[in-house]
């Protein structure tokens, strides 16, 4: 079953099922709303623990190849993008939660200052770029590790940009924005 059809009955299951059990409530069959007030911190809990294991039961993930000046928005899952022979430019990424891997090592860059926006509310961007492509990278988050070519910064709040030498005048140039509510952002060269 694709990810799109499971979520879209599971979306109608839970409807249904709540619709059914305020029914009951207002026929007074039963006292759902109040017992959905004492349980609610349950279906949090829930919510969480399958955050942290969605990854090692659950294979929703979406690879994309990207087009110049594509933009993704994606509330759950995680989401793989490889630029291979593609031109970065513009792309811009926007998620909730899940992982989002960006894989630009074998880009076609252009003569230009080629800008990438990346943003995550929950989970993990990890970014790769080549090492010939002179790169300018600034980074924020919320709760969680920066690591931008092996400079970390961690904590709350925090934020971190990095230039390489010679950018201004380098032909091809890579500019990144990236930032995260809660998790980690690694840029890797390889």
Same mark, same amino acid.
């Given at each position: 079953?694709?990810?799109?059809?499971?979520?879209?009955?599971?979306?109608?299951?839970?409807?249904?099922?709540?619709?059914?059990?305020?029914?009951?409530?207002s026929l007074e069959?039963?006292?759902?709303w109040s017992a959905?007030?004492?349980?609610?911190?349950?279906? =949090?809990?829930?919510?969480?623990?399958?955050? =942290?294991?969605?990854?090692?039961?659950?294979?929703?993930?979406?690879?994309? *190849?990207?087009?110049?000046?594509?933009?993704?928005?994606?509330?759950?899952?995680?989401?793989?993008?490889?630029?291979?022979?593609?031109?970065?430019?513009?792309?811009?990424?926007?998620?909730?939660?899940?992982?989002?891997?960006?894989?630009?090592?074998?880009?076609?860059?252009?003569?230009?200052?080629?800008?990438?926006?990346?943003? =995550?509310?929950?989970?993990?961007?990890?970014?790769?770029?080549?090492? *010939?492509?002179?790169?300018?990278?600034?980074?924020?988050?919320?709760?969680?590790? /920066?690591?931008?070519?092996?400079?970390?910064?961690?904590?709350?709040?925090?934020?971190?940009?990095?230039?390489?030498?010679?950018?201004?005048?380098?032909?091809?140039?890579?500019? /990144?924005?990236?930032?995260?509510?809660?998790?980690?952002?690694?840029?890797?060269?390889?």
């Open positions: 079953m694709r990810r799109k059809n499971f979520w879209t009955i599971a979306f109608g299951i839970a409807l249904i099922l709540v619709g059914f059990l305020a029914l009951l409530d069959f039963i006292s759902f959905l007030g004492k349980l609610w911190p349950v279906i =949090l809990i829930a919510l969480g623990v399958w955050l =942290l294991f969605k990854r090692r039961y659950f294979s929703w993930n979406e690879k994309v *190849e990207i087009r110049e000046g594509n933009k993704y928005t994606k509330a759950f899952g995680d989401l793989k993008i490889d630029a291979a022979g593609m031109n970065p430019h513009g792309l811009d990424v926007e998620m909730g939660f899940g992982d989002l891997d960006v894989n630009l090592t074998k880009a076609s860059f252009s003569d230009q200052e080629n800008v990438v926006h990346l943003a =995550l509310g929950f989970g993990d961007i990890r970014v790769w770029i080549p090492s *010939e492509v002179k790169a300018k990278i600034s980074t924020s988050c919320g709760a969680g590790d /920066i690591d931008v070519l092996g400079r970390t910064t961690d904590g709350l709040g925090k934020s971190s940009d990095y230039q390489d030498e010679g950018y201004d005048s380098a032909q091809k140039r890579l500019r /990144i924005h990236a930032k995260i509510g809660f998790g980690d952002i690694k840029v890797s060269r390889v």
